[in-house]
């Protein structure tokens, strides 16, 4: 099936007639197959799914007659980690099959006099979840939250998406949409739509703190990278092997990654799949340096968390944390595709690492500030 996509992809044009025909029909036979070849999985993934439609509905209860509800995927840890961060009213929600449960969860919007209801990004059945709202009560506030960028919409998922919501959108059933990069706040208001920034935040009961590190060799991570493109883990992995005495901590690790360390006598420590955020932030308090090194970007929720658990993270650039500080020269990456360049920046890095989280630290008092004014700004829009 995916030679066949890939084909479809080669030949013909992305908005053309055909192309649009025949991805259909490729959506709706891949769909097809893997029900029939993991239908016991299909099943008891399509009864978690409901059981998270009927917890969805207990957390509206508690939040009614409330101004504002926001629904976010706990699966995406990404998007999952910025909600969180930004609101109080959080409702878990994954995708939603049926028109029984996106009825259920539209009914228990209106039911609760949820005054405005905020789609964190869009997973599948959402849309329809926003258009049976408004189908019942027009009065009803629908804000989304696009945590993506213009390039993710070569993703035929987030493309499908994003053309879903625009759609909606111009229906007037959403009110208007949240950006959390400026660069795609400022194209889209230049544009006509009607939309506010919000800059992602993270908050952690270490914060402050600087982690104590004993290693005898140094000791680097680069986390949530796996295999996507635009990650860059490979040159995260160059640059890690021009360090002197270093260890790398990957996590998750692929098999194309595992290969590359072995080729470069890279000593790494690594975990092959995806670990809870809480797991996770332990790890890196044992690292001297965390690095980011993404090719494109909107905000990236890592940096943050790391800096937050004590320990500095170079970072792309390619969104709004840190710019035009001393503190951005220090972590902030002008060439992420560059090995040696991002050497020095690690070898830098570690040698201000105690000035560096100070800098943080004085920096965060007055993003929670902004970052609180931009929430409720957006959410009285």
């Given at each position: 099936?995916q030679k066949?996509k ?5 030949f013909?044009?992305?908005?053309s007639?055909?192309?649009?025909g025949?991805?259909?029909?490729y959506?709706?036979l891949?769909t ?10 299909v099943k008891?993934?399509n009864k ?6 009927n917890?969805?509905?207990?957390f509206i209860k508690?939040?009614?007659?409330q101004?504002?509800i ?19 009213n959080?409702v ?15 009914q ?6 949820i005054?405005?209801?905020i789609?964190?990004q869009?997973v599948?059945?959402?849309?329809d979840i ?7 009560n027009p009065e ?5 939250i ?9 993703s035929?998922?987030?493309w499908?998406?994003n053309?879903?919501v625009m ?6 059933k959403?009110n208007?949409?949240a950006f959390?990069?400026?660069t ?5 208001k ?6 506010c920034?919000l800059q992602?935040?993270v908050h952690?009961?270490n ?6 590190n004993?290693?005898?060799?140094v000791?680097?991570g ?10 860059n883990?490979?040159t995260?992995?160059?640059a890690m ?8 901590d990957?996590?998750?690790?692929n ?9 470069l006598e ?11 955020n ?9 690292n001297d340096?965390n690095i ?5 970007e ?5 940096p943050l ?12 650039n ?6 035009g ?5 220090y ?8 090995a040696e ?7 830098t890095a ?6 560096i989280?100070?800098?943080y630290?004085e920096w965060k008092?007055d993003?929670?500030i ?5 929430v409720?700004?957006?959410?009285n829009?």
């Open positions: 099936m066949v890939n084909y479809i992809k080669r013909f044009k992305k908005d007639f055909i192309y649009r025949m991805s259909k029909i959506h709706v891949s097809q197959k893997y029900k029939i070849t993991h239908r016991k999985e008891n993934q978690k799914y409901d059981q998270r439609v917890d969805a509905v207990e508690k939040y009614q007659g101004q504002y926001v629904f976010y995927n706990p699966t995406w840890l990404g998007v999952a980690a910025s909600t969180l961060g930004l609101f109080k959080n878990p929600l994954e995708q939603v099959l049926g028109k029984r449960n996106i009825n259920k969860i539209a228990s919007v209106v039911e609760n006099n005054k405005c209801a789609f964190s869009i599948d059945g959402w849309t926003i258009a049976r709202i408004k189908e019942l009803i506030d629908i804000k989304v696009w945590h993506g960028n213009c390039y993710e919409f070569f035929d998922y987030t499908n998406l053309k879903e759609d909606l959108y111009n229906k007037e959403i208007c949409f959390v990069r400026s795609m706040y400022e194209f889209y230049k544009v006509g739509f009607k939309c920034y992602n935040n952690k009961d914060a402050g703190k600087i982690a104590i004993n290693n005898k060799k000791k680097i680069i986390y949530n990278a796996d295999s996507r493109e635009l990650k883990i490979y995260a992995l160059s092997k021009l360090v002197p005495n270093v260890v790398a990957v996590v998750p690790i098999e194309g990654a595992k290969k590359f360390t072995e080729i890279l000593e790494t420590t690594s975990i092959d799949d995806y670990i809870e809480e797991k996770l932030m332990e790890r890196i308090q044992k340096i980011y090194p993404t090719f494109t909107n905000a990236p929720m890592f968390e790391s800096f937050e658990m004590g320990v500095p993270c170079l970072l792309g390619n969104n709004d944390y840190f710019v500080t001393q503190l951005g020269q972590v902030i990456l002008e060439k992420e595709d560059d360049y991002i050497k020095n920046k690690i070898l570690i040698d201000h690492r105690e000035e989280i100070n800098l630290n008092k993003f929670d902004k970052c609180e004014k931009l409720n700004d957006f959410i829009f």
